[in-house]
């Protein structure tokens, strides 16, 4: 019998960027726990396929729905449709990201405008667009929950150059912090998860640098793996985690700690 302290099963959950790296190994792990779990990506017939894969393998149901969350109009969008669907919503994960890195005279204002976009202005104003579902699946003993993918990146200055990058993620880590203020009223709890190196997009971490890296600079001597970041997520969402609240969660094997 699953031990109801990490039981999460029969709750609603929207994972953005929910088809690569890290925002795919958190939505797998939810589905796997039997959440009704909507996924968003930009290819609607890959994220559909992948979102039909997870609903044949694993416990729960996953559905997906396309969404480009650089565009100023696609949070209120992606929200109104997913409030066409369901009427409560226990787990919103932002997690949808951006960015690459650049030395300081290449960086763009377009890349800017992108990174800060789907990175920093997404998340808000899907968080102000889905607060009535919230709202609706939330109670003073089981908040409803906001999960925010920040990065290590944001915790430091890091030895390559994202500029942009760095300061949307350190940027979503204080809006974590003032939206924890702002919602606690409404029984809605709000943290971030900085990962430290995972298998993403945007970290490869089979290559010999990166393993280099994580062999010198990683207390635990390894990069992240699915369970890792499945785990975190399944302790924040379910009644384990109630009580945390507010938090910006270093999800990198000491690597913050030994700096």
Not at 198 to 208: H, K, V, Y
Request: glycine share 10%.
């Amino acid at each position: 019998m699953p031990d109801p302290l990490f039981s999460i099963d029969g709750k609603v959950a929207l994972v953005t960027g929910g088809t690569s790296g890290i925002g795919q190994m958190i939505a797998r792990g939810l589905v796997r726990r039997g959440v009704k779990t909507y996924i968003t990506g930009r290819d609607a017939e890959t994220t559909g396929a992948l979102a039909e894969t997870f609903s044949t393998e694993e416990k729960g149901t996953c559905l997906g729905m396309a969404a480009d969350l650089s565009r100023a109009d696609e949070p209120e969008r992606l929200a109104a449709e997913l409030a066409g669907r369901e009427e409560r919503l226990h787990i919103l994960v932002n997690n949808a990201g951006a960015g690459e890195a650049a030395s300081l005279p290449d960086v763009s204002v377009k890349d800017w405008d992108t990174v800060m976009d789907v990175n920093l202005k997404a998340p808000f104003f899907l968080v102000q667009k889905l607060l009535p579902l919230l709202k609706k699946a939330s109670s003073a003993e089981d908040p409803a929950r906001i999960i925010n993918i920040g990065s290590i990146g944001g915790l430091h200055i890091p030895n390559w150059d994202a500029f942009p990058y760095g300061a949307s993620k350190a940027a979503i880590h204080h809006l974590t912090r003032a939206l924890t203020k702002r919602l606690g009223d409404s029984h809605i709890t709000v943290n971030a998860i900085a990962p430290g190196p995972f298998p993403s997009r945007l970290t490869d971490t089979s290559s010999d640098a990166v393993k280099q890296s994580v062999r010198t600079y990683i207390p635990l001597g390894r990069a992240g793996e699915p369970e890792d970041i499945e785990g975190l997520v399944v302790f924040l969402s379910a009644r384990a985690g109630a009580f945390v609240n507010g938090c910006t969660i270093p999800l990198d094997g000491g690597y913050i700690a030994a700096l």
